[in-house]
């Protein structure tokens, strides 16, 4: 089982969205800001893991297992004990609502997937509505699903989204099998996959195919007066709303408008709109349901043990399509369509096109390189001195990328001696590049590369 000791909290509505509304006029400004600190608060809460194959399921022989609680607008989790598997209605439409978006989110994994709640295991589906006053948010905090009510002029309460309920129930399914890193491209996964799985949700219970579906996440959320239609727009990122106290929606619709921030745990919000709409064209172009074809390719994905932590839009992809041949064959129309949806929006298979436009070419295989590791507390540093064409293949893909990027630069620039941590120093002057960083500083993608790369494994 892989633990994560520093769990993310995962919110529906992204953090450069209620900044703007806290810009804006009282009261919503100042729900906004009360929202964004008990995010902050949230966010960087430290809880125990969970990873693949979590032991933590309540199994439940059949059916759903479900518990709604009310925090009767309070901070305080769990709340009060209102609703249990087989109650009947309450008649409070914030508890009955999350009741029946849990039931309907357990049915399309059950019924199409087959997997038995969010943890494969008969996990019991917890809930509290009426979080907090005012509360702009509704999230997973790992254990339960929390909704607040809105601030009643922008957004309404945040169970009346059934795509928002599936949305967030899918962060626990992602944290049982791939456990995908929260922060960029790997953290712009996870959120698209909640989305894709959320959205599904929607259309399983309403009986639509990809082509009557509107693609929308959040689209019962906005209030009247509001000028928008969602909060984020699978098959037109960057449109779902244009307002003076919203903004404008900030999605890129392909990788020429990638959005490089430390915002937003690297974008993750804003960057999901790119293998969104990945999705939802292959989804509208195969036809049907989109959970009978497209739906099962990222399912099998989600669930391959081979899908890694911290996967960026280009290994996802790969996978895709390499999950597209083995269930309808290399040559189906499926597999076309899911190779089409990728290569519009700019993430290829077998190139660099993941990368950001205005991006450097890709060094020189035979460009020099010079890759060494201080000494640490045993003081015995080690190095190697290799050109870029002797590396293996997929390691001397990912230098040659990773050279002509300015990641190393920039982690150098904010990174700062351990006592008795490895350091890496990188040196390739064909690209005037000589940057020293803490072993803590790196990603873990970064740190595996150079581990591969000194051992020669």
Known sequence: MTSHPERRIAQIVPPYLLRHLATTTEPIAEYAKATLARDQRYRHSRAAGIGRRSAMAEPAATGPSRLISDAANAEQLPGRAVRNEGAPATGDAAVDEAYDGFGATWKLYDEVYARNSIDGAGLRLLGTVHYGEGYQNAFWNGTRMVFGDGDGEIFGRFT???????????????????????????????????????????????????????????????????????????????????????GKDPQPDNMSGYVETTDDNGGVHYNS????????????TIGGPAWEKAGRVWYDVLTDRTLKADADFAAFAELTLAAAAARFGADSPEAAAIRGGWTTVGVGADNMAHRPAGSKPP???????????????????????????????????????????????????????????????????????????????LPERVRRLFERTLTGE
């Open 363 to 441: 060094v020189d295989q035979q460009a020099d390189l010079l890759l060494r590791r201080t000494g640490g507390f045993a003081g015995i540093p080690r190095e190697r001195q290799a050109k870029l064409s002797d590396l293996p293949p997929e390691d001397r893909r990912i230098w040659q990328g990773l050279l002509a990027d300015d990641l190393l630069p920039r982690l150098a620039a904010q990174s700062s001696p351990r006592p008795d941590a490895f350091a890496y120093c990188v040196t390739c002057m064909a690209v005037e590049l000589d940057v020293e960083v803490a072993e803590p500083d």
């Open 273 to 284: 709109g790119i293998p969104n709409r990945a999705f939802a064209l292959a989804a509208t």
């Open 160 to 246: 009346a989204s059934l795509d928002v309920i599936g949305h967030e129930l899918t962060h626990g399914v992602v944290e049982h099998t791939a456990a995908l890193a929260y922060s960029g491209q790997s953290g712009a996964l996870n959120e698209s996959i909640a989305d894709v799985f959320g959205v599904m949700v929607k259309q399983y219970t309403l009986g639509q195919d990809a082509a009557a579906a509107d693609w929308l996440i959040g689209g019962d959320l906005l209030l009247p007066g509001a000028t928008g239609v969602a909060l984020r727009s699978m098959l037109h990122p960057g449109t779902a709303y244009d307002d003076p106290r919203l």
